[in-house]
């Protein structure tokens, strides 16, 4: 069953870029800190003769440690998340984007992979231990210009919440939230601190058990 929302792990510097400016940003893949992710998007580039390959990629998982931890690690981590058809959208209009869920293999697949996968299929390929991640990736792919990024514009009623870092002080939390709504304008977006990693509800169990 396909996900209604997508979550994109960042920083507080593209959340900014993205509420002041309306735009999505697709990025060179390239520096990826998985090395047989960001092959696969070379090999995938080196196969389609392409000048450029550009990739976003987003999670359909819930709220994780190893996504914070990955993807967002610090005091200026955020969660952004969109709704899926709004985010899909945004990329509709252009042939050149490709948006897809990632399939998850084994060591053990490589043979049959040798025979049913095409070369489109490379840039949605991951190694099975990822598969936790449930991710959702969007590939640019153009053979003849030459790009470092790429900007999609976004309409921000498509974001759902916004998230930000477990490991945020808390006396940033508040000016952080009023600085990402006037930056949204009229639009009312939901934002919070995570509290993955200290909940208080959660701690209260402690003393109840046993009482």
Same mark, same amino acid.
């Given at each position: 069953?396909?996900?209604?929302?997508?979550?994109?792990?960042? $920083?507080?510097?593209?959340? &900014?870029?993205?509420?002041?400016?309306?735009? &999505?940003?697709?990025?060179?893949?390239? *520096?990826?800190?998985?090395?047989? !992710?960001?092959? /696969?998007?070379?090999?995938?580039?080196?196969?389609?003769?392409?000048?450029?390959?550009?990739?976003?990629? #987003?999670?359909?998982?819930?709220?994780?440690?190893?996504?914070?931890?990955?993807? %967002?690690?610090?005091?200026?981590?955020?969660?952004?998340? /969109?709704?899926?058809?709004?985010?899909?959208?945004?990329? %509709?209009? !252009?042939?050149?984007? =490709?948006?897809? #869920?990632? %399939?998850?293999?084994?060591?053990?697949?490589? *043979?049959?992979?040798?025979?049913?996968?095409?070369?489109?299929?490379?840039? /949605?390929?991951?190694?099975?231990?990822?598969? !936790?991640?449930?991710?959702?990736?969007?590939? /640019?792919?153009?053979?003849?210009?030459?790009?470092?990024?790429?900007?999609?514009?976004?309409?921000?009623?498509?974001?759902?919440?916004? =998230?930000?870092?477990p490991w945020m002080p808390?006396? #940033?939390?508040?000016?952080?939230?009023?600085?990402?709504? $006037?930056?949204?304008?009229?639009?009312?977006?939901?934002?919070?601190?995570?509290?993955? &990693?200290?909940?208080?509800?959660w701690k209260s169990l402690?003393?109840?058990?046993? %009482?």
């Amino acid at each position: 069953m396909s996900a209604k929302s997508l979550r994109r792990y960042t $920083n507080l510097a593209a959340t &900014i870029h993205l509420l002041s400016h309306r735009k &999505i940003t697709l990025l060179d893949p390239t *520096n990826w800190d998985d090395r047989n !992710d960001a092959f /696969f998007l070379a090999e995938y580039k080196r196969q389609k003769k392409a000048n450029t390959v550009l990739a976003l990629c #987003f999670a359909e998982a819930p709220e994780t440690y190893h996504h914070w931890r990955v993807f %967002s690690h610090g005091c200026d981590g955020v969660c952004i998340e /969109f709704d899926k058809k709004a985010l899909t959208d945004a990329f %509709s209009g !252009d042939g050149r984007v =490709t948006a897809d #869920f990632v %399939s998850y293999k084994k060591l053990t697949d490589l *043979n049959s992979l040798m025979s049913d996968v095409s070369v489109d299929h490379l840039p /949605f390929l991951k190694r099975y231990p990822f598969k !936790d991640e449930h991710e959702f990736r969007v590939v /640019f792919t153009d053979e003849r210009a030459r790009d470092e990024l790429k900007q999609y514009e976004i309409a921000l009623e498509g974001i759902k919440r916004i =998230t930000l870092s477990p490991w945020m002080p808390k006396p #940033f939390i508040e000016p952080v939230k009023d600085t990402l709504r $006037n930056l949204a304008g009229q639009e009312r977006i939901e934002i919070y601190r995570s509290t993955l &990693i200290e909940n208080e509800k959660w701690k209260s169990l402690a003393s109840q058990i046993g %009482s």
